[in-house]
């Protein structure tokens, strides 16, 4: 094809491909909504995250992908902070200076986590 001098030919532009960034915004919401099923917002939060990381490399909607890496940053921190809390409380009930008995344990996870009672097996 002949263009006349000092004149471009037509090229259509490529439209713009967010499918990373909305995928690690996506991911990071649901890591916020599922945080307390059992840590596994945790696991959604890290796909969250590496599919942002790989929106920005690929330059892929940055923006959404801007945000899914801070929800999942703030999930992954949230998520850290509560499991730390929660161990560093059921090793002061592992302590067998401080509990000596498998009962005195049993009872002190009893005690500090209420949702773990223990019930008759039928």
């Known amino acids: ?17 967010r499918g990373f960034g909305i995928a690690s915004l996506v991911l990071s919401l649901v890591a916020v909504a599922t ?3 059992c ?8 796909a969250g995250l590496v599919l942002g990381v790989l929106a920005l ?7 959404q992908a801007v945000i899914g890496i801070t929800l999942s940053v703030v999930v992954l921190a949230a998520g850290t ?10 090793a002061k009930c592992g302590d067998t200076g401080r ?23 039928p």
């Open 1 to 17: 094809m002949t263009t006349m001098p000092g004149y471009q030919p037509y090229t259509p532009l490529r439209p713009r491909q």
């Open 35 to 37: 945080l307390l099923l």
């Open 39 to 46: 840590g596994l917002g945790m696991i959604v939060a890290l």
């Open 57 to 63: 490399v690929r330059d892929s909607g940055r923006t």
């Open 81 to 90: 902070a509560g499991l730390a809390f929660l161990l560093s409380r059921a």
């Open 99 to 121: 509990y000596p008995s498998d009962t005195a344990r049993r009872t002190c996870i009893e005690r500090e986590f209420p949702f773990a009672r223990s019930t008759a097996s």
